[in-house]
Each structure stands twice: as structure tokens, then as C-alpha cells.
């Protein structure tokens, strides 16, 4: 109950913030970049994959149409503006047998 007030006394002074002319300038940081490369993401993760401290995305890419689509994965390293390059930096085929799912653990890390 005690998360409720908190929630109930902060939720009016959010929205004054998130009203006010300074939140326009932060949707710079969250514009839309489309990748357009073939095929359907199945799965996609977020991290450092080269060590340089910027975040790079992982791609696992269907292409054509079962039973005869091909599998790729695809690594696209964050440029140095921040952004995401208009080709992979990597892209390898994946055996015809594998499969791929995007899934959450959501329990605390240690708990298992």
C-alpha cells in the first residue's frame, strides 16, 4: 500500500515534467532507425558484443517462406554517432534444423 501513495503523490509531478517545453529535446535520444535487410527477426538482443563500450544488436533473421526459408544471424555494430550501420557488420548463415525464440527470465539473478 505505502507504493501506492508514493505512486499517487509522484504520478502529478511526472506529468508536469513530461509536459514541459525541456521533454520535447529528449526525443532526439529515442529516434526510430529502420533496418532494412530481408527477412523477419525472431529473435534480437541488446550488448556489447565487440568490447567498445557502445551497445550492438544481435539479430537472428528468417528469410523466404517455410519449409524453405534460410536462417541468418547478424551482428550490427553502434557506430560512433550512435546509430546503426545501413549493412550488417556481420552476417553467417545458420544450419537449416536451428531454431530461435526471444524469451525473458524474469527471476533475480542467484535465485535459481
Excluded: H, N
Excluded at 16 to 34: C, H, K, M, N, Y
Excluded at 89 to 94: D, G, K, M, R
Amino acid at each position: 500500500m505505502p507504493a501506492r501513495r508514493l505512486l499517487a503523490l509522484l504520478l502529478p509531478l511526472l506529468l508536469l515534467i513530461a509536459r514541459s517545453p525541456g521533454a520535447a529535446q529528449t526525443e532526439d535520444l529515442f529516434a526510430v532507425q529502420e533496418l532494412r535487410e530481408p527477412g523477419r527477426t525472431v529473435a534480437a538482443e541488446l550488448g556489447d558484443f565487440d568490447g567498445d563500450g557502445r551497445a550492438d544488436l544481435l539479430q537472428v533473421v528468417y528469410t523466404g517462406i517455410p519449409p524453405d526459408d534460410k536462417r541468418f544471424i547478424r551482428l550490427w555494430k553502434q557506430t560512433e554517432a550512435g546509430g546503426l550501420p545501413a549493412k550488417p557488420t556481420y552476417e553467417l548463415p545458420l544450419p537449416d534444423e536451428s531454431a530461435a525464440s526471444s524469451s525473458c527470465c524474469c527471476a533475480p539473478p542467484g535465485s535459481r
